[in-house]
């Protein structure tokens, strides 16, 4: 599977952006999509996932209630719809999945062991 990423740029704050992530390849058995980020010199954190079979969602509790996740199975594609961001939402953001069950509940992905990334969106929340 290939994923790549769209939507991101410049906003001020209390702006709005909506990130795309396309994936295209061998899509059939995909258990989840996934949005992780990473400000310069800190961690990947994951931000929010979503199931391919039933929509179950996941938000990190720093995001919850301002940014929304969603899909088009049509078109093998997921959203971050980004509202009211603030400087520290600054970060590259990439999308990752994985085939099956292999991880779990993808609110548990640990980075390291996640094998398919897109190659990532910037996000920069300024004045």
């Known amino acids: 599977v290939q994923l790549v990423e769209s939507g991101g740029g410049l906003v001020q704050p209390v702006g709005s952006l909506r990130l795309s992530c396309i994936a295209s390849?061998?899509?059939?058995?995909?258990?989840?999509i996934a949005w992780f980020r990473q400000a310069p010199g800190m961690e990947h954190e994951g931000v929010s996932c979503?199931?391919?079979?039933?929509?179950?969602?996941y938000y990190g509790d720093s995001v919850k209630g301002q940014f929304t996740i969603s899909s088009d199975n049509a078109k093998n594609t997921v959203y971050l719809q980004m509202n009211n961001l603030k400087p520290e939402d600054t970060a590259v953001y990439y999308c990752?999945?994985?085939?099956?069950?292999?991880?779990?509940?993808?609110?548990?992905?640990?980075?390291?062991?996640?094998?398919?990334w897109g190659r990532g969106s910037q996000v920069t929340v300024s004045s």
């Open positions: 990752a999945t994985e085939y099956w069950d292999r991880l779990g509940d993808c609110s548990m992905w640990p980075t390291t062991a996640v094998n398919y």
């Open positions: 979503i199931s391919t079979s039933d929509g179950t969602t």
């Open positions: 390849g061998d899509t059939l058995d995909l258990f989840a």
